[in-house]
């Protein structure tokens, strides 16, 4: 079973930035995707970034510019560099990983951007 740890969560100013780290307890394989959710109190979990399983990137329009995920394969890790960060980014932020039916979520990073 694939297990997900995050880091890299913490207190941030509006306009700082933040970098969060998720490493996979397994190599990632071809074919699977990877990537961030978050949740902010009260509402739904939604869709950050990821890698699609064909290798290229998606973003979630309200971070399109100031986020970017990027990943080290030989340390199964996969990265948010946050910037340009805002109030409305605050949320815990989620590592998922999905492979043809399996589905794994790690237990997430609380980030808060406020002054």
């Known amino acids: 079973q694939v297990q997900l740890v995050e880091s890299g969560g913490g207190l941030v100013q509006p306009g700082g930035s933040l970098r969060l780290s998720c490493v996979a307890s397994t190599r990632m394989f071809g074919g699977s995707r990877m990537g961030w959710y978050r949740q902010a109190p009260g509402k739904e979990r939604e869709f950050v970034a990821r890698?699609?399983?064909?290798?290229?990137?998606n973003y979630a329009d309200s971070v399109k510019g100031r986020f970017t995920i990027s990943r080290d394969n030989a340390k199964n890790t996969v990265y948010l560099q946050m910037n340009s960060l805002r109030p409305e980014d605050t949320a815990v932020y989620y590592c998922?990983?999905?492979?043809?039916?399996?589905?794994?979520w790690g237990q997430g990073t609380p980030v808060t951007v406020s002054s």
């Open positions: 890698y699609t399983s064909g290798g290229s990137t």
């Open positions: 998922n990983y999905v492979l043809g039916g399996l589905e794994v």
